[in-house]
């Protein structure tokens, strides 16, 4: 049985840093494209972070330089740091895994997908 399990979410002064992890199971971790997604009321879900499975990496503008996906094979783990948040990055904040191994950021191109984990800026 195939498990996302995003944490690390809550709530953040503008500013501060986050660190969400999505723990993987059931499937092949090291083989599979990995993305981080968030969806903010009234609006559509949007590509935040991708890694493929041999550490390419992908940002959204609004987050680059602020945010860093990472993943550690060994522990079937994803990760997404973010620093210097805004309000804008509030949001359901979503993990996802892509038999694809490369960098895809469509949302139909994923497989399977965690709960979400809630991310709040505000002062």
């Known amino acids: 049985q195939v498990q996302l399990v995003e944490s690390g979410g809550g709530l953040v002064q503008p500013g501060g840093s986050l660190r969400l992890s999505c723990a993987a199971s059931?499937?092949?971790?090291?083989?599979?494209?990995m993305g981080w997604y968030r969806q903010a009321p009234g609006k559509e879900r949007e590509s935040v972070a991708v890694i493929s499975s041999g550490g390419s990496t992908y940002y959204v503008d609004s987050v680059k330089g602020r945010s860093t996906i990472s993943r550690d094979n060994g522990k079937s783990t994803l990760y997404l740091q973010m620093n210097s948040l805004k309000p804008e990055d509030t949001a359901t904040y979503y993990c996802a895994a892509s038999r694809f191994s490369g960098l895809w950021t469509a949302p139909s191109k994923y497989d399977y997908w965690g709960q979400g984990s809630q991310v709040t800026v505000t002062s």
């Open positions: 059931g499937f092949t971790f090291s083989s599979y494209g």
